[in-house]
């Protein structure tokens, strides 16, 4: 039969070498191309054998098979799918010599950014030129089915490559490849080794449709089809197929699904629950998600890997998926399968697009949905999963807001209702007493340190319900939360407090302007020495106990959340907070009656006192002394008067 010869065109020899060279980050990736391929002729095959009751094609045994001769160091790929005709092969191999590749490379060179350059890249689908990274020379032999004659097609690569008419073809695709010499340091490894083909298999293709079959390596001398019994040798099929996803839950026990989370996950233990996902219509995928029962030692550690799995019709793509997941749920770990994405060239990066968001949002909303759906039916599951990943969960209040109702809904705080039991924030409000606006809270390092702060006695008192935030998240994300359920959180620490029912309230108010006055010149003399660190003195309604303590204005920044700021770097200017003096304890009543007698004639005795008055106010809350080494020293002093 006649052999036509095709010269590559200029721009088409850069373009192919680009594409060897430039492209793939790991040349492993060969043959996932081949077999992705192959799986793809071998579902059209079946689609036009179920539209074609004519067609003359033998779909009893479909298959893919990987063939390896050592001797001639060859490796083929051949399937028995729809295969190609001679204008299939001359249009669709021979795409990169097309009269586009010229404009393509203008387009690339024009491409300011990389990403631009990928997004250019991703327009073709010449995935199948990946084998001349491994191959000094490919083969093509085709035939379509339906039809007599076949077509090879065969190439180095490099100047040329040749077209020609073949009598006998079976039906089908074979992709042989002429291999280069191994080299380690070029990560060019030994694909005609047996173990080397299954690993790749085994990574990239396991969950295909179809059966990846090969024929076990024979011993030296002997012919590769016969046994040492001189029977034929058994193909051994290289992948699972056992694609888990797209499987109804009735097919699968809940022991299939723990062993695809191990092999996924690296974790020896059963997730704590399993959750699928199928989303039909325009855009199909196919998801199949884990909650471990247990959060990794390495979860809050820069560089942690995301456990979401891509594929695209059941064809490995990439580990450690991050836009499929966000940060806040990066402990969810399973398989995402799309029947078709926007990828590049390479299938290595995710192109940024429309189908991307929606499966991010849709998965995100899932995952809380499920934590919703177990809280209310098994409150011991969802505690296990508050306790191991609730910390990060509440990161997502700082960076999803469309889904920041669903994750506080989620989420549960310690509190002082139940020193065990923690709550969430509807059952906080169900709780309210009457007449109670806010959702009260306090954040600080312990439970302990929040249950002994100064700011919760007159909340004890009043026997008013308050939460106790530790986690440094809390810092934050309770300042960018407005409300819940129309009640606003409101921070014990912080402005004024006004307890109790109204008629209280009335009798508080009367009261407080009775002290005000009595306590007048005290507070404005303590405001004026004290004026570079605190920016008012007052009297307080939240002290039951303690003689003082130090509040901050309404919208001022909390110590801990200037500290977080500053320790990333960020310059935040000092605040200066408010001084609170408890008027029935008998330091601070004290205080104001030595003053009343000393007048403007206040010695170094009394502005000490105000000064160690407003230290001991700090270090109750756990805050840091400007000056340690004098609140010692004027410590000592006042304790050596005592003797």
């Not at 995301?306 to 398989?335: N, S, T, W």
């Not at 849709?362 to 759906?373: E, F, G, M, P, W």
């Not at 999963?385 to 310690?414: C, M, P, T």
């Not at 601070?588 to 005795?605: F, I, K, M, W, Y």
């Amino acid at each position: 039969m006649p052999t036509e010869t095709f010269e590559f065109q200029v721009e088409a020899r850069q373009l192919l070498q680009m594409m060897i060279h430039s492209i793939y980050s790991n040349k492993d990736v060969f043959l996932r191309e081949l077999v992705s391929n192959a799986s793809d002729a071998l579902d059209k095959l079946r689609l036009e054998a179920l539209r074609d009751d004519s067609l003359d094609a033998d779909v009893s045994d479909l298959h893919i098979a990987i063939e390896a001769d050592r001797q001639a160091r060859t490796l083929t790929v051949r399937d028995n799918g729809i295969g190609m005709s001679h204008d299939e092969v001359v249009q669709l191999i021979g795409t990169i010599a097309n009269s586009g590749t010229a404009k393509f490379l203008r387009e690339l060179k024009e491409a300011e950014e990389t990403a631009a350059a990928e997004g250019l890249i991703g327009q073709f689908g010449v995935g199948f030129y990946s084998s001349f990274m491994v191959a000094d020379e490919v083969t093509l032999l085709t035939r379509r089915a339906g039809e007599s004659q076949g077509t090879r097609w065969t190439s180095t690569g490099e100047g040329t490559y040749t077209i020609e008419t073949v009598d006998g073809a079976p039906q089908g695709t074979a992709v042989t490849l002429r291999l280069k010499p191994e080299d380690t340091d070029d990560q060019l490894h030994d694909y005609i080794s047996p173990w080397k083909i299954k690993e790749i298999v085994k990574r990239y293709s396991d969950f295909i449709t179809w059966p990846v079959r090969m024929a076990p390596e024979a011993a030296d001398g002997a012919d590769d089809a016969e046994g040492t019994d001189d029977a034929p040798r058994e193909p051994e099929t290289l992948n699972s197929m056992k694609a888990l996803w797209a499987r109804s839950r009735d097919e699968v026990g809940d022991d299939e699904y723990h062993e695809l989370y191990k092999h996924i996950s690296h974790d020896w233990s059963a997730p704590l629950e399993t959750i699928r996902l199928q989303a039909e219509g325009t855009f199909e995928y196919q998801a199949l998600l884990f909650i471990p029962s247990h959060a990794p030692q390495d979860l809050f550690m820069q560089g942690y890997q995301r456990g979401i799995q891509l594929y695209v019709k059941r064809v490995f793509i990439m580990d450690d998926c991050e836009a499929l997941m966000p940060p806040y749920l990066r402990f969810v770990k399973g398989v995402v399968d799309a029947q078709d994405l926007s990828l590049n060239v390479s299938r290595e990066i995710l192109q940024q697009d429309r189908q991307i968001q929606l499966m991010h949002r849709r998965l995100a909303k899932k995952v809380l949905s499920t934590v919703k759906d177990m809280m209310s039916a098994e409150p011991e599951r969802y505690a296990t999963f508050w306790r191991e990943f609730g910390r990060v969960l509440k990161e997502g209040l700082l960076s999803d807001f469309e889904n920041r109702e669903a994750i506080l809904g989620v989420s549960s705080f310690a509190t002082t209702h139940d020193r065990d039991e923690p709550t969430t924030l509807r059952q906080y409000v169900e709780r309210m007493k009457d007449g109670q606006e806010h959702i009260f809270y306090l954040t600080g390092e312990s439970r302990q340190a929040i249950e002994n702060s100064p700011h919760m006695e007159a909340f004890r008192a009043k026997g008013v319900e308050v939460l106790l935030l530790t986690d440094p998240v809390d810092e934050v994300w309770v300042e960018a939360e407005p409300e819940f359920d129309g009640k606003k959180l409101r921070s014990v620490a912080k402005g004024e407090v006004d307890l109790g029912t109204e008629e209280e309230k009335k009798e508080a108010a009367t009261e407080r302007e009775g002290r005000q006055q009595e306590y007048a010149d005290l507070l404005g003399w303590m405001t004026d020495r004290l004026s570079g660190t605190v920016k008012e003195v007052r009297l307080s309604s939240r002290l039951t106990v303690s003689p003082a303590c130090i509040v901050s204005d309404m919208h001022d920044v909390t110590p801990a959340l200037e500290n977080m700021y500053r320790a990333m770097g960020q310059a935040v200017p000092q605040v200066k907070r408010i001084l609170e003096l408890n008027p029935a304890h008998p330091l601070v009543s004290g205080l104001n009656r030595a003053h009343t007698e000393c007048g403007e004639d206040a010695g170094t005795g009394l502005q000490e006192t105000a000064e160690l008055l407003h230290d001991l106010a700090l270090l109750a809350e756990g805050g840091e002394l400007g000056d340690p080494s004098r609140f010692v020293r004027l410590m000592a002093d006042r304790l050596e008067r005592t003797l």
